[in-house]
């Protein structure tokens, strides 16, 4: 139904732009509509009534087939990335000498051009903050790339050490050990098993050192940290010893018994998750060494046999050594 048949159209008081999903019929009331974008209509699915017409495109002119294509006509630039000083929002004057159509640049142009691109390269870096930021973030693109961070963990990082420079915590502490007590915040929060141990072995600092810069970072920036569980490591130790997903499953439910039981409190979690390994691996004949266990989770073999003593003990879990 149209104007020419006697029929005004009215605009809905509900009606989005961006969606169909607040729009209905103003004739039947039905909400079940259909948004034809080729047509730039939206039409009532059950009396067939023209709610829209005309609508605005808000999509590019342009039309793409392959993804390669469709990246080259994009004129839009990538997201904010907290892992750049920058966060990647600055323009580069490119080293190529060539203009908009490929040309070579006259001498004398190109000279200007070598002046941009230096004061270019000044100006990004004018502050203390904007260094010490290249410098940071550059230790922690080598911290993650080393021990194998996911890129959503790096990002986390990022924020927390800016959050950190704002507060002014950097003076008296070296770079190296704000980022090394960033990531491993980052880990905690995101619940990315990783131990200050391994932290701070990969980022060649004392651990002692790390602890407390990792304790001053929390009261300073009033950030939650999660506390650790033995479970979170299970995953990633079963995986080290090529564990099957039975003996990961197993592992889970005897560290929960013993959560409820009150026996995991105030124990390293990682000791536990090692017994607890121990255990469900004699219990589903996939046996490993404690040596083995013991090394994958950065803890000694004392340690490893200890807390198997103690879940066996209280959990009264029968095992044949």
Known sequence: MDE?????????????????????????????????????????NKCGLVIEEHMMDLGPEWRSYTAEE????????????YSIHDKGLSTMIGPEDKDFYGKKLAPSRRAEIYRLRKW????????????????????????????????????EAAIIYRKALEKRMSRGTTIEVMVAATLYAACRIRKIPRTL???????????????????????????AIP????????????????????VSGRAIKILETAKKAGITAGKDPTGLAAAALYISGILED?????REIARVARVTEVTVRNRYKELVKNLQIAVAV
């Open 4 to 44: 020419t048949l006697g029929i005004k159209k009215k605009r809905p008081s509900n009606y989005d732009k961006d969606s169909c999903t607040r729009a209905y019929c103003i004739e039947c009331g039905s909400t079940d509509v259909i948004c034809d974008e080729a047509r730039g209509e939206i039409i009532c």
């Open 70 to 81: 469709r990246k080259k006509r994009s004129r839009v630039g990538s997201p904010v990335n």
């Open 120 to 155: 270019q390269r000044r100006t990004r870096t004018h502050s203390s903050r904007e260094r010490n930021l290249i410098q940071a973030l550059s230790e922690l693109d080598r911290l993650t790339s080393q021990m194998g961070i996911p890129r959503s963990i790096k990002e």
């Open 197 to 223: 141990d391994e932290v701070a072995e990969n980022s060649r600092i004392n651990k002692k050192q790390l602890g407390q810069c990792f304790r001053q970072l929390v009261r300073t920036i009033d950030v």
């Open 227 to 246: 506390i650790s569980t033995p479970i979170d490591f299970i995953s990633r130790f079963s995986n080290e010893l090529g564990l099957s997903g039975k």
């Open 286 to 290: 996939e046996r490993r060494t404690q």
